[in-house]
Protein backbone atom coordinates (compact mmCIF):
# COMPACT_ATOMS: atom_id res chain seq x y z
CA UNK A 1 0.00 0.00 0.00
CA UNK A 2 2.88 2.22 0.69
CA UNK A 3 4.08 2.07 -2.60
CA UNK A 4 1.03 2.75 -4.15
CA UNK A 5 0.72 6.08 -2.00
CA UNK A 6 3.95 7.06 -3.34
CA UNK A 7 3.33 6.51 -7.06
CA UNK A 8 0.11 8.07 -6.59
CA UNK A 9 1.55 11.33 -4.90
CA UNK A 10 4.48 11.72 -7.15
CA UNK A 11 4.31 14.88 -9.87
CA UNK A 12 3.89 14.59 -13.48
CA UNK A 13 6.81 16.97 -14.12
CA UNK A 14 9.63 16.68 -16.22
CA UNK A 15 13.31 17.68 -15.05
CA UNK A 16 13.84 21.20 -13.73
CA UNK A 17 17.02 21.63 -16.09
CA UNK A 18 14.55 20.29 -18.86
CA UNK A 19 12.48 22.95 -18.44
CA UNK A 20 15.09 25.97 -17.45
CA UNK A 21 16.78 24.87 -21.39
CA UNK A 22 13.29 24.85 -22.59
CA UNK A 23 12.47 28.26 -21.40
CA UNK A 24 15.69 29.94 -21.89
CA UNK A 25 15.40 28.51 -25.90
CA UNK A 26 12.15 29.96 -25.81
CA UNK A 27 13.05 33.48 -25.35
CA UNK A 28 16.33 33.45 -27.50
CA UNK A 29 14.51 31.39 -30.21
CA UNK A 30 18.22 29.88 -30.19
CA UNK A 31 20.01 27.45 -28.42
CA UNK A 32 23.58 29.06 -28.65
CA UNK A 33 22.24 32.18 -26.69
CA UNK A 34 20.35 29.71 -23.81
CA UNK A 35 23.86 27.73 -23.69
CA UNK A 36 25.53 30.68 -22.78
CA UNK A 37 22.91 31.93 -20.59
CA UNK A 38 22.73 28.70 -18.46
CA UNK A 39 26.32 28.12 -18.83
CA UNK A 40 25.84 25.04 -20.97
CA UNK A 41 26.87 23.41 -24.02
CA UNK A 42 24.66 23.73 -27.14
CA UNK A 43 24.50 20.34 -27.62
CA UNK A 44 23.11 19.79 -23.98
CA UNK A 45 20.38 22.34 -24.26
CA UNK A 46 19.67 20.57 -27.17
CA UNK A 47 19.45 17.73 -25.23
CA UNK A 48 17.69 18.33 -22.63
CA UNK A 49 14.71 20.06 -25.13
CA UNK A 50 14.70 16.93 -26.92
CA UNK A 51 13.84 15.21 -23.96
CA UNK A 52 10.91 17.39 -22.68
CA UNK A 53 9.71 16.56 -26.17
CA UNK A 54 9.79 12.55 -25.51
CA UNK A 55 8.49 13.17 -22.14
CA UNK A 56 5.36 15.51 -23.15
CA UNK A 57 4.78 14.02 -26.37
CA UNK A 58 4.71 17.30 -28.08
CA UNK A 59 6.94 19.37 -29.85
CA UNK A 60 8.18 22.49 -28.94
CA UNK A 61 9.84 23.83 -31.54
CA UNK A 62 10.15 24.06 -35.34
CA UNK A 63 12.83 25.03 -37.84
CA UNK A 64 12.25 27.89 -40.90
CA UNK A 65 14.90 27.85 -42.70
CA UNK A 66 17.70 28.96 -40.29
CA UNK A 67 15.11 30.33 -38.08
CA UNK A 68 14.20 28.26 -34.74
CA UNK A 69 9.95 29.00 -33.93
CA UNK A 70 7.96 27.40 -31.44
CA UNK A 71 4.98 25.32 -32.42
CA UNK A 72 1.53 26.58 -31.04
CA UNK A 73 2.11 24.09 -28.54
CA UNK A 74 5.61 25.29 -27.46
CA UNK A 75 4.50 28.79 -27.35
CA UNK A 76 1.35 28.37 -24.73
CA UNK A 77 4.11 26.10 -22.61
CA UNK A 78 6.58 28.65 -22.23
CA UNK A 79 4.27 31.27 -21.14
CA UNK A 80 2.95 28.89 -18.44
CA UNK A 81 6.74 27.88 -17.76
CA UNK A 82 8.18 30.92 -17.57
CA UNK A 83 5.33 32.80 -15.47
CA UNK A 84 5.50 29.48 -12.60
CA UNK A 85 9.39 30.16 -12.88
CA UNK A 86 9.26 33.95 -12.39
CA UNK A 87 6.86 32.67 -8.79
CA UNK A 88 9.41 30.39 -7.91
CA UNK A 89 12.56 32.46 -8.52
CA UNK A 90 10.16 35.25 -6.64
CA UNK A 91 9.57 33.02 -3.20
CA UNK A 92 13.72 32.07 -3.76
CA UNK A 93 14.62 35.19 -3.40
CA UNK A 94 11.89 36.33 -0.33
CA UNK A 95 13.23 33.38 1.53
CA UNK A 96 16.86 34.27 0.86
CA UNK A 97 16.35 38.10 1.63
CA UNK A 98 14.08 37.50 4.85
CA UNK A 99 15.67 38.39 7.84
CA UNK A 100 14.68 37.34 11.57
CA UNK A 101 11.30 38.24 11.74
CA UNK A 102 12.19 40.29 15.56
CA UNK A 103 14.20 42.43 13.43
CA UNK A 104 12.22 44.02 10.95
CA UNK A 105 10.28 47.00 11.13
CA UNK A 106 7.66 48.07 8.50
CA UNK A 107 7.08 51.54 8.20
CA UNK A 108 4.40 53.56 6.41
CA UNK A 109 5.42 56.74 5.71
CA UNK A 110 3.84 59.81 2.96
CA UNK A 111 5.94 60.43 0.09
CA UNK A 112 6.97 63.34 0.21
CA UNK A 113 7.88 63.25 4.33
CA UNK A 114 9.88 60.10 3.63
CA UNK A 115 11.59 61.07 1.20
CA UNK A 116 12.56 64.87 2.03
CA UNK A 117 12.61 64.49 6.07
CA UNK A 118 12.65 60.66 7.08
CA UNK A 119 15.52 59.62 4.48
CA UNK A 120 17.67 61.85 4.74
CA UNK A 121 18.37 61.30 8.59
CA UNK A 122 18.21 57.03 8.51
CA UNK A 123 21.85 56.60 7.94
CA UNK A 124 21.54 57.75 11.94
CA UNK A 125 18.77 55.44 12.81
CA UNK A 126 20.80 52.83 11.10
CA UNK A 127 24.56 53.54 12.98
CA UNK A 128 22.19 53.33 16.11
CA UNK A 129 20.72 50.28 15.70
CA UNK A 130 21.82 48.11 13.04
CA UNK A 131 20.10 45.00 14.14
CA UNK A 132 16.88 46.27 12.62
CA UNK A 133 15.68 46.34 9.55
CA UNK A 134 13.58 49.35 8.62
CA UNK A 135 11.52 48.51 5.81
CA UNK A 136 9.69 51.55 4.51
CA UNK A 137 5.90 51.67 2.59
CA UNK A 138 4.34 54.36 1.24
CA UNK A 139 0.93 55.95 0.39
CA UNK A 140 -1.07 59.10 0.03
CA UNK A 141 -4.00 57.95 2.33
CA UNK A 142 -4.56 56.95 6.10
CA UNK A 143 -1.94 53.70 6.91
CA UNK A 144 -3.72 50.88 8.92
CA UNK A 145 -1.63 50.11 11.40
CA UNK A 146 -4.33 47.32 13.27
CA UNK A 147 -4.84 45.18 10.07
CA UNK A 148 -1.51 45.08 7.63
CA UNK A 149 2.50 44.18 7.87
CA UNK A 150 2.82 47.73 9.23
CA UNK A 151 4.51 48.06 12.36
CA UNK A 152 4.13 51.64 12.59
CA UNK A 153 3.68 54.36 10.41
CA UNK A 154 4.14 58.04 10.24
CA UNK A 155 0.97 60.10 9.43
CA UNK A 156 -0.41 63.77 8.98
CA UNK A 157 -3.18 64.77 10.85
CA UNK A 158 -4.47 66.14 14.69
CA UNK A 159 -2.80 63.23 16.84
CA UNK A 160 -6.41 60.87 17.50
CA UNK A 161 -6.78 57.26 15.71
CA UNK A 162 -8.58 54.89 17.34
CA UNK A 163 -6.69 52.32 19.31
CA UNK A 164 -3.76 54.05 18.39
CA UNK A 165 -0.40 55.07 20.36
CA UNK A 166 0.66 58.77 18.40
CA UNK A 167 3.54 60.78 19.37
CA UNK A 168 4.06 64.20 17.45
CA UNK A 169 7.20 64.11 14.98
CA UNK A 170 7.20 67.69 14.14
CA UNK A 171 4.82 70.27 13.23
CA UNK A 172 4.08 71.63 9.98
CA UNK A 173 4.10 75.58 8.53
CA UNK A 174 3.46 76.17 5.50
CA UNK A 175 4.30 79.00 2.53
CA UNK A 176 3.18 80.20 -0.42
CA UNK A 177 6.06 79.73 -2.65
CA UNK A 178 6.61 80.66 -6.24
CA UNK A 179 10.08 81.53 -9.05
CA UNK A 180 11.41 84.77 -8.79
CA UNK A 181 10.74 84.81 -12.67
CA UNK A 182 6.99 84.82 -12.13
CA UNK A 183 6.77 88.22 -10.51
CA UNK A 184 8.46 89.32 -13.69
CA UNK A 185 10.43 91.90 -11.19
CA UNK A 186 7.17 93.00 -9.55
CA UNK A 187 7.59 93.60 -6.15
CA UNK A 188 6.62 94.98 -2.95
CA UNK A 189 3.51 92.35 -2.56
CA UNK A 190 1.01 92.16 -0.43
CA UNK A 191 -0.56 88.41 0.40
CA UNK A 192 -3.96 89.03 -1.25
CA UNK A 193 -2.06 89.82 -4.44
CA UNK A 194 -1.38 85.98 -4.62
CA UNK A 195 -4.66 85.68 -6.19
CA UNK A 196 -3.40 87.57 -9.42
CA UNK A 197 -1.44 84.31 -9.94
CA UNK A 198 -1.47 80.70 -10.88
CA UNK A 199 -2.31 79.18 -7.86
CA UNK A 200 -1.13 75.48 -7.99
CA UNK A 201 -3.69 72.96 -5.62
CA UNK A 202 -2.69 69.25 -4.01
CA UNK A 203 -5.41 66.85 -4.64
CA UNK A 204 -5.21 65.59 -1.03
CA UNK A 205 -5.14 68.82 0.41
CA UNK A 206 -8.38 70.39 -0.86
CA UNK A 207 -8.60 72.96 1.84
CA UNK A 208 -4.70 74.44 1.70
CA UNK A 209 -5.26 77.43 -0.31
CA UNK A 210 -8.35 78.69 1.50
CA UNK A 211 -6.77 78.25 5.09
CA UNK A 212 -4.00 79.96 4.09
CA UNK A 213 -5.66 82.61 3.07
CA UNK A 214 -7.84 82.87 6.44
CA UNK A 215 -4.85 82.62 8.09
CA UNK A 216 -3.43 86.03 6.22
CA UNK A 217 -6.65 87.48 6.25
CA UNK A 218 -7.72 87.29 2.63
CA UNK A 219 -11.42 87.20 1.48
CA UNK A 220 -11.02 85.14 -1.96
CA UNK A 221 -11.72 86.62 -5.04
CA UNK A 222 -13.41 83.69 -6.23
CA UNK A 223 -13.47 80.56 -6.59
CA UNK A 224 -10.07 78.83 -6.18
CA UNK A 225 -8.70 77.39 -8.72
CA UNK A 226 -5.86 76.06 -11.18
CA UNK A 227 -3.49 73.27 -11.90
CA UNK A 228 -3.90 69.90 -9.85
CA UNK A 229 -1.56 67.32 -8.49
CA UNK A 230 -1.09 64.17 -6.84
CA UNK A 231 1.57 64.22 -4.80
CA UNK A 232 3.75 67.13 -2.69
CA UNK A 233 6.54 66.25 -4.84
CA UNK A 234 5.00 66.97 -8.18
CA UNK A 235 3.70 70.14 -6.56
CA UNK A 236 7.10 71.64 -5.73
CA UNK A 237 7.99 70.84 -9.11
CA UNK A 238 5.13 72.50 -10.84
CA UNK A 239 6.52 75.75 -8.59
CA UNK A 240 10.20 75.16 -9.88
CA UNK A 241 8.93 74.94 -13.13
CA UNK A 242 7.10 78.85 -12.60
CA UNK A 243 3.62 77.26 -13.40
CA UNK A 244 2.23 79.41 -10.30
CA UNK A 245 2.52 79.51 -6.77
CA UNK A 246 1.79 76.58 -4.46
CA UNK A 247 1.08 76.68 -0.65
CA UNK A 248 4.19 73.99 0.50
CA UNK A 249 5.19 72.57 4.02
CA UNK A 250 8.12 74.75 5.05
CA UNK A 251 9.73 71.17 5.70
CA UNK A 252 9.84 69.94 1.99
CA UNK A 253 11.22 73.35 0.53
CA UNK A 254 14.08 74.16 2.80
CA UNK A 255 16.54 73.80 0.36
CA UNK A 256 15.24 75.60 -3.00
CA UNK A 257 13.94 78.77 -0.26
CA UNK A 258 17.76 78.97 0.97
CA UNK A 259 19.22 78.84 -2.39
CA UNK A 260 16.88 81.45 -3.44
CA UNK A 261 15.15 79.50 -6.21
CA UNK A 262 12.10 79.56 -4.67
CA UNK A 263 10.55 82.65 -3.08
CA UNK A 264 8.16 83.32 -0.39
CA UNK A 265 6.99 87.25 -1.72
CA UNK A 266 3.32 86.78 0.12
CA UNK A 267 3.82 86.54 3.49
CA UNK A 268 5.53 84.04 6.19
CA UNK A 269 4.61 80.66 7.48
CA UNK A 270 0.90 79.97 8.28
CA UNK A 271 1.01 76.95 11.61
CA UNK A 272 -0.97 74.19 10.51
CA UNK A 273 -3.64 73.36 12.68
CA UNK A 274 -2.27 69.56 11.97
CA UNK A 275 1.57 67.84 12.53
CA UNK A 276 3.08 64.93 11.43
CA UNK A 277 2.66 61.73 14.18
CA UNK A 278 4.39 58.30 14.53
CA UNK A 279 1.64 55.97 14.90
CA UNK A 280 1.22 52.31 16.17
CA UNK A 281 -1.56 49.98 17.25
CA UNK A 282 -2.15 50.15 21.42
CA UNK A 283 -1.00 46.37 21.35
CA UNK A 284 2.49 46.83 19.95
CA UNK A 285 3.67 49.67 22.10
CA UNK A 286 5.54 47.38 24.19
CA UNK A 287 7.87 45.88 21.13
CA UNK A 288 11.11 46.87 21.89
CA UNK A 289 11.86 47.52 17.73
CA UNK A 290 9.04 50.13 17.89
CA UNK A 291 10.14 51.78 20.57
CA UNK A 292 14.14 51.97 19.81
CA UNK A 293 12.40 53.83 16.50
CA UNK A 294 10.14 55.87 18.80
CA UNK A 295 13.11 56.88 20.64
CA UNK A 296 15.47 57.62 18.11
CA UNK A 297 12.50 59.45 15.08
CA UNK A 298 11.33 61.90 18.25
CA UNK A 299 14.42 63.19 18.90
CA UNK A 300 15.92 62.98 15.10
Known sequence: MNNIHE??????????????????????LNFTYAAKELNLTQSAV?????????????????????????????EGYAKDVAQNMDALEASTLSVMTRSQPANILNLGTLPTFGSHWLIPKLADFAKKHPEIQLNLETGTEAFDVHHSNLDLAIQFGNGVWPDTVAHKIVEESTVAVCTPALLD?????????????????????????????????????????????????????????????????????????????????????????NAYYLVYSQHKSGDDNIKAFRDWVLCA
Open 185 to 273: EVTDLEPQDVQSFPLLRLKSRSSAWLDWMQAQGITPAGFISGPCFEQFDMLIRAARAGLGVAVLPTIFVEDELESGELITPFGGPVVSS
Open 7 to 28: LTMRRYLPTFTALQCFEASARH
Open 46 to 74: SHQVRNLETFLGVEMFKRVGKRLMLTPQG
